[in-house]
Nanobody, 115 residues
């Protein structure tokens, strides 16, 4: 079994930054794909950024130039650095990892961008 736990969300003002963390634990072997998604009430969960097993990042248009996904393979932690946050970035942010054909999700962390 694999556990995924997000942290780092909070309330920030427009233009500020946040770094989200995603700790992966449990039966982990080999490398895994990872990703950050976000969801607002009544909307579908949308991908923000992802990283392949080889470490190649991929960003959705909404994140390009402002967000950076990274991974620490020793600590089994995936990060999402978010700069220049906007009110429309307000959402619950979820992390997932895909390992051996199974996708594991965390419970999410709330990010609110408001003045």
């Amino acid at each position: 079994q694999v556990q995924v736990v997000e942290s780092g969300g909070g309330l920030v003002q427009p233009g500020e930054s946040l770094t989200l963390s995603c700790e992966v634990s449990g039966r982990i072997w080999g490398r895994y794909e990872s990703g950050w998604y976000r969801q607002t009430p009544g909307q579908q969960r949308d991908r923000v950024a992802s990283m392949s097993t080889s470490g190649t990042p991929l960003y959705e248009d909404s994140a390009k130039g402002r967000f950076t996904i990274s991974r620490d393979n020793v600590r089994n932690t995936v990060y999402l650095r978010m700069n220049n946050l906007k009110p429309e970035d307000t959402a619950v942010y979820y992390c997932n990892v895909r390992l051996a054909g199974t996708t594991y999700w965390g419970e999410g962390t709330q990010v609110t961008v408001s003045s």
